[in-house]
């Protein structure tokens, strides 16, 4: 009787997390990474997009996909509705989110940290879905120059 009682305890507390671990696919992709210079897009808006969250080492992860080229936040507390994270390259846990672009070129990866930028999560309860709105900029040290980007993303999750 004890077995049972405490397989069922087990197994009810697996699913009580309040963020859901999963993948979703979106027809037109919520971010952007823009060029101050130029103004070139990196993420193509109208082909699609993979939104993927999990948790690793305590940290609430989304990551944004499309082709070789991703977008990943790191959510150091829990999503609180109308709250509003602010992000930096602190990975120590004292800041509550940090944020990296990377792409894939070939058998090369690069990743690139936001340096700066706020994320802001509400909660909608006649959907029941999160509304997550991130502003950032990135910094990115070439060989002669610094180019700045603007990251941009707005999208919902379960």
Sequence with gaps: MKKIFFLSLLFASLGANAQKEGD???????????DTATGNNYFIIHQPATIKTYRAHGDFVVVIEQKNQF??????SRFKNKKKYQIS??????????????????????????SNGTAV???????????????GLIANLGDTRVTYF???ADFYLK
């Design 121 to 135: 999560t509400t909660y909608d309860k006649a959907t029941k879905l999160w509304h997550v709105v991130l502003e």
């Design 71 to 76: 977008f990943t936040m790191f959510f150091h």
């Design 24 to 34: 979703t696919l979106y027809s037109r992709c919520p971010v952007s990474v823009l």
């Design 89 to 114: 390259l602190d990975d120590d846990g004292r800041k509550e989110m940090s944020a990296k672009y990377s792409f894939r070129s070939g058998d090369d990866v690069a990743y690139i940290d936001v």
């Design 150 to 152: 603007k990251a941009k």
